[in-house]
């Protein structure tokens, strides 16, 4: 593309829906249709994603303090967040491979992975494919190791009662989430855990920085705007890095006061862009058996294709366009950039992780795709990848 043309389009963001800056119905209003989605558990508000983790995790250790030295299980490719929040909660993440060709849990690496500390395994709902709680089930005992459904890149797609058979469910509001608040998260758990998290009140001033910083934010999403940041070396944008977990604190309230309004926008978003790739890019992405077998609103489309190579030149033939691809994470989570790795117990290989890694990408599917965003991504990747993949 010539270089005005490609300045004229911009840059997708590769995740991100508008924040809906409309203030509704109040923290009654609030608590009720959130608690509506998950009937008689007990909802702890928190500031992100990673203190509702560490807080599942910090509950789980406060009803088993007999064991001096506990583990908790994660996948070896992961967001780091999942690290941060063990080490907060003084778990010691034992890193378990994936399936071949899967984003999820090999289960023969599960069962070798476990030991007399499991208290915890994190099951990552990724990008919208949920894990199989019941297959961990059945390799765990109840008694002694807890089921964390970490849901930071999902929310329920409609309203109504969400069944899952975890023991702990996490959620994040953070930037480019499904609920996009940015900041904030919940943890669902079937009692109340050992820190209380009342809702946190803020200034007037507070809040108004904070609308203030949703707004600006929402205006850096044009592709236009966006081109800056993406464009410019100093910023190193969607850079996987591991950050310490440092406190656990209530949402603030200006966060709270968004949360209906963002929640049911969220739900009248179109699918469109998930829809073409849903149906075009199945016969060349390996994750589509596990996206077939779902029919849950993803946050960004997942491609896994046949090599490191086909990936790199996807990844850069669809960037020379601004179409918002990324690798995610980029590499297994003992390889991201500040991860203590004498301080993770590694069980077994990671061979499939690594192969995961290398192979995947993802394409972005907020409301700011537009049809001839998708019309070039599908040709782009058609003219790289060939079906017999
Ligand atoms: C799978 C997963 N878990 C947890 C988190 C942490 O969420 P937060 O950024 O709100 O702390 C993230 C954030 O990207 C994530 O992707």
Same mark, same amino acid.
């Given at each position: 593309m010539d270089p005005v043309r490609s300045l004229i389009r911009g840059v997708l963001p590769p995740t991100g829906n508008r924040i809906a800056l409309s203030v509704e119905g109040g923290p009654a209003l609030e608590r009720r249709a959130a608690q509506s989605l998950f009937p008689g558990k007990v909802l702890s508000w928190v500031d992100s994603g990673?203190?509702?983790?560490?807080?599942?995790? $910090?509950?789980? &250790?406060h009803r088993r303090q007999a064991v001096p030295a506990p583990e908790v299980i994660i996948p070896a490719y992961c967001c780091p967040d999942l690290v941060s929040a063990a080490f907060y909660a003084g778990f010691t993440p034992v890193i378990c491979d994936l399936a071949q060709n899967s984003c999820h849990y090999d289960q023969?690496?599960?069962?070798?992975?476990?030991?007399?500390?499991?208290?915890?395994? !994190?099951?990552?709902?990724?990008?919208? $494919?949920?894990?199989?709680?019941?297959? !961990?089930?059945? !390799?765990?005992?109840?008694?002694?190791?807890? !089921?964390?459904?970490?849901?930071?890149?999902?929310?329920?797609?409609?309203?109504?009662?969400? &069944?899952?058979?975890?023991?702990?469910q996490t959620f994040s509001f953070g930037r480019g989430k499904p609920v996009n608040l940015l900041g904030g998260g919940l943890m669902v758990s079937n009692t109340s855990p050992p820190l209380e998290t009342a809702r946190r009140a803020s200034s007037f001033t507070k809040r108004c920085l904070y609308y203030?910083?949703?707004?600006?934010?929402?205006?850096?999403?044009?592709?236009?705007?966006?081109?800056?940041?993406? &464009?410019?070396?100093?910023?190193? $944008?969607?850079?996987?890095r591991y950050h310490e977990h440092l406190a656990i604190r209530a949402l603030p309230a200006g966060q709270s006061k968004l949360l209906t309004a963002n929640i049911q926008t969220y739900w009248s978003h179109e699918r469109v862009a998930e829809k073409r790739y849903r149906t075009r890019l199945s016969t060349i992405n390996a994750l589509s058996s596990l996206i077939d077998a779902s029919n849950e609103r993803l946050l960004r489309y997942p491609l896994l294709v046949e090599s490191q190579k086909t990936r790199d030149t996807l990844i850069q033939k669809l960037n020379e366009e601004g179409l918002g691809s990324t690798k995610l994470y980029g590499d297994t989570i003992d &390889?991201?950039?500040g991860v203590l790795t004498d301080r993770l117990r590694k069980a077994g290989g990671k061979t499939n992780a690594a192969s995961f890694a290398q192979r995947f990408l993802t394409l972005p599917l907020h409301e700011g795709v537009k049809q001839h965003h998708i019309d070039r991504t599908v040709a782009i990747i058609e003219s790289v990848v060939t079906p017999t993949e």
């Open positions: 990673t203190s509702a983790l560490a807080l599942a995790l $910090l509950d789980i &250790r023969k690496a599960l069962k070798n992975a476990l030991s007399n500390n499991t208290l915890a395994i !994190i099951a990552v709902n990724f990008l919208g $494919l949920p894990e199989s709680i019941d297959s !961990i089930r059945r !390799i765990v005992n109840p008694k002694l190791t807890a !089921i964390i459904e970490d849901n930071a890149q999902w929310f329920p797609n409609r309203p109504g009662a969400q &069944r899952t058979t975890s023991d702990y203030g910083k949703c707004a600006a934010y929402n205006a850096l999403l044009r592709p236009s705007l966006y081109q800056a940041l993406a &464009r410019n070396p100093l910023f190193k $944008l969607g850079e996987t &390889r991201v950039d």
